[in-house]
């Protein structure tokens, strides 16, 4: 294992601080826990938005808070969703009288720990709702097993909801965009080769020289299939045609499109694949509203890439429009 | 069997240790249907629980189970610190008020942190997760008139090998549906250290 | 090799193809080149600025194109400056009226190329001006050789000189600010492993599993000292104490960090780096006035990291401040 | 020796031969030292060169250097690009206007030409860069009376040895300093293999 940390088990606490010590003024961390905050949460009047989940996914979730998106993101150690009581200080800090949004990732560990901490909040006489972010089509919807996991796509839920709430609406407001944002976005994934958790010093899985995985989830789960690497074309073709077999899009319809890195791959790969999704969406006469390249919700230092396309009516690009402060994504 | 707080402190202390025994075991069994942090999640969670009992003086067992509850629930994090926390959580609150207790109690209480396991988790028998390793324990201990330390082993070896034939339906290892089969899961191999640590502070203690 | 890219030899085309596809509003690329310019290029009455080198670096150098930044980069093949027509079509498309101000790194290819373009551009009646930017400090600075490299520290450049033009100032004072933050400010960077230039298919240098190399160059260039792999918090010291023997930073002075990712490397590790490098600076007395983290300028996958520090004043402090609208650089 | 349009081209046509076929020898020279782009560079370069070549008719040797410097100058890039430009552009300046050329300009031309590349790369000789390798050559056509395409080889032969001994002080490599010593330089490698080339049109050239 190669990497710029001191000990493997602080690394979520270190890297806590330098980011705090990075944006002093937007960020602070709530004393003796793993929350970071907006400075000047809790912002009075307006719905609080917490998100959170395992670190190592950087710049999610703690980039994306700021004026526009979230109040407070709750950093779990690597690929561990955070506490109860982690999730709870998150709460409260976020709480500007308004209620709180809770923006979950479908993950057993995620889905527990929040659900637990919003049986606390209440319990406290704070009022939660939460959205559980299901995009990757890499999985089975199906009621009988856990459902499809939540990845890039969660990046759009923050903005969305984030500039909803930033607008003064209700937490029912909020909400009802969140579950819409969740209806209409979808990601597929593929990956080269995989992360290395710091406390557990070596590769989560191993891919051959010539093989990648097609449907990887962020914390290195399993995709649908091994197979030989294939070009940037194919790949955006498979990625994108996977999301079309599992949600309508018809002709005309406006779409974002996200290009995400898992981590080490370079942007420059980033952009020639979404040459190739480009012109397939041109091809099915899908237009684009507006594209994100980079990296937003990676795994470490995998090497891949998740391909997002997100439907969007008038409501949604406005919200996706209104200005964002937050480290990780302006606009 | 008779569990006291002394040895019920003995048993989690044993936990503890047989957690950072097998810390690397753990991590290895989530890796290739999971996302390798089993290990260094409940070797992280113990170590809090032993420094937590170390350090407090507690005048009954379900006392004991509650602390273990809340530092498993705010230390381990991932599905497995809710699912921990609410079977010892569960525990506690059955055992409440027992001075001593006896198999009858104990077997008692583990039903309970089975159907607790069950709703958080919201998962039946057979899903091939720690539910599976809890419920066989609790058979273990509500059908056999008179448990002993081995006859927990043996039940308790039986389970591990049934639910590593299982395929995973839920928890992070359903992502890996029928290709589960075969291996072991890691929620019910730390239960399995748990039980046995039982057995081995059992094994030892004569008043047990 | 593994990478998604489709042919080898046209990475640079497909890339440029899919940036300007990513922002199709804010960017263009002038036809049959591998120039990329604002969309509005070129800007009448503003100073125009041209950047740009080898592909490799992403999101430098066209990721800074945009209000307040770059008119237009051109991109050379992977690793290799552009040729002097290619940069002299961005002086062309950058032109409006008020002359043409390139900013160059220190590299015997890139000043070759750009001086000759910049003669191309004079013999035909436009006034260019330039600096060349050396910061890295890995490299002696001593006449008789090629002299210190231009690294991260160039994107600062990018950022206050294309404030200045912003503003309307002449190109002699677009000038003098890049050649201010040109003395100010210093870098040097470390890597753990190397990147794979595509057309060359194999790792450009090769470290042991133990090993890391310190003051290593964005091209693979080799660094002062290959030696076993240290915690961040050396790294940290031993990157900031190199810039420190390098220039004098006195007590009180402010500065701006950049922490920058050279590909591979995930953004917990260089907020790790972060912490060390803001304690280090406190204990010196030296006050930060801004912190940037993140991927700047890059060398294809490598993992690794480079440390700039840049000497501020109150005209650096607002030019810095002056909004930018090039994706890669917001504020 | 004597040049004309036809074996002028012939022997680019050669020299992009060469190129293709050592392009990765090239490259990984420039590895070690450097930024191991050089033989991507080269092989990119003279095949353009050779389709420009194909595709255009001349009248003097003058106008093919011409053509060969532009095509290198805008498909090269890097050092080498601007260099390589350099050095064709002033072979074909001083040799402008003669029919055929003889040893006598040829040597007067590349003088020119090492001139020119000392002017453009601020190098000179000894600094471990191609300069010393065109320099070597120009050596060769202005110090022998005969030259012979074995004469001309074996000097390069000599020169190459020479170069690889050296210390760069120039170019990306001169950031490896000592530790160039005994590594050979790619630029002045390919300039090796493009009067390689010219050694082998002009042998089986009869009136060459
Ligand atoms: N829905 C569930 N119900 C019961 N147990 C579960 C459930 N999901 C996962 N588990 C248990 O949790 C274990 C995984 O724990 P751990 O690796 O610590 O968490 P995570 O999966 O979040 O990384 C599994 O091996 C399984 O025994
Ligand atoms: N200042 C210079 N003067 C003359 N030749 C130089 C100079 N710098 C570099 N070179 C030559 O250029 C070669 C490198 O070319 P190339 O690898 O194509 O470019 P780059 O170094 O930009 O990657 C060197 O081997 C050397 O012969
Ligand atoms: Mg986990
Ligand atoms: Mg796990
Ligand atoms: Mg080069
Ligand atoms: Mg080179």
Redesign the pocket.
């Known amino acids: 294992m190669k990497k710029i940390i001191n000990n493997p088990n602080e690394v979520v606490q270190d890297m806590v601080q330098g980011l705090v010590a990075a944006y002093p003024s937007k960020l602070k961390v709530i004393p003796e826990t793993l929350v970071i905050a907006r400075k000047d949460a809790p912002v009075e009047g307006k719905v609080g938005l917490v998100s959170g989940g395992g670190s190592g996914h950087e710049p999610a979730h703690a980039g994306y808070i700021g004026k526009g998106m979230l109040d407070c993101a709750v950093a779990g150690e690597v ?3 955070p506490t109860p009581d982690q999730v709870f200080e998150g709460i409260k800090a976020a709480d500007g009288g308004k209620g709180v949004f809770l923006v979950i990732k479908n ?3 995620d889905v ?1 720990n929040f659900e637990m901490a919003a049986e606390l909040a209440e319990a406290e006489g704070i009022q939660v709702e939460k959205v559980i972010v299901n995009d990757d089509v890499a999985v089975e919807d199906s009621s009988f097993t ?1 459902g499809r996991r939540g990845i890039a796509g969660t990046v759009l839920v923050h903005k969305i909801a984030g500039a909803m709430a930033e607008s003064g609406a209700s937490l029912q407001e909020v909400k009802r965009v969140a579950d819409k944002v969740v209806a209409n976005v979808r990601s597929m994934g593929m990956a080269l080769t995989s992360g290395t958790v710091p406390a557990a010093g070596k590769p989560s899985f191993q891919l051959e020289d010539n093989e990648m995985e097609i449907g990887i989830g962020i ?1 290195g789960e399993p995709g649908i299939e091994r197979k030989h690497i294939a070009s940037a074309d194919e790949i955006a073709t498979e990625l994108v045609e996977r999301i079309f077999t599992d949600i309508d899009i018809p002709k005309g319809q406006e779409v974002v499109v996200m290009i995400n890195g898992l981590g080490a791959t370079p942007e420059m790969e980033l952009f020639i694949l979404n040459k190739k999704v480009q012109n397939l969406l041109k091809d099915k006469g899908i237009e684009v509203f507006q594209t994100f390249v980079g990296e937003y919700m990676t795994s470490l230092e995998m090497a891949g890439c998740s391909v997002t396309l997100l439907k969007v009516d008038d409501e949604l690009k406005s919200l996706l429009q209104a200005p964002s402060e937050a480290p990780a994504f302006r606009n | 069997m008779q569990l006291n707080v002394t040895n019920t402190v003995q048993w989690m202390q044993k936990a503890n240790e047989k957690m950072q025994t097998n810390k690397d075991y753990l991590t290895t069994l ?1 890796q290739p249907i ?2 390798g ?2 290990g260094i ?2 070797a992280r969670g113990f170590q809090e629980v032993a420094s937590k009992l170390e350090e407090t003086t507690y005048t009954n067992v379900s006392e004991v189970f509650k602390d273990v509850a809340m530092t498993l629930m705010s230390k ?6 809710p ?1 921990f926390g609410t079977a010892f959580l569960k525990l506690s609150m059955k055992l409440k008020g027992e001075e001593l207790v006896d198999q009858t109690s104990f077997g008692a209480a583990l039903n309970e942190a089975v159907n607790g ?2 709703q ?4 039946e028998e057979g ?5 599976d390793m809890w419920a066989s324990i609790a058979h273990y201990f509500t059908d056999n008139e008179h448990s002993t330390p081995a006859g927990l082993m043996e039940s308790a070896d039986a389970a591990l090998e049934k639910i590593k034939a299982m395929t995973a339906t ?4 359903a992502y890996f549906k029928e290709k589960t089969i075969g291996h072991q ?4 191999a730390s ?1 399995y250290f748990i039980f046995e640590a039982l057995a081995e502070v059992w094994k030892g203690d004569s008043k047990a």
Not at chain 2, 120 to 123: D, L, V
Not at chain 2, 185 to 188: F, I, L, Q, R
């Open positions: 690929f561990t969703s993950y057993t560990g527990l856990t914390h | 989530d999971g996302d942090d089993h999640n409940m381990v994090g991932g599905a497995s610190g699912l396991l069950k958080r988790g919201k998962a899903e091939k997760t720690m539910v839920k928890g992070r290892a899961d890691p929620g019910s239960t």
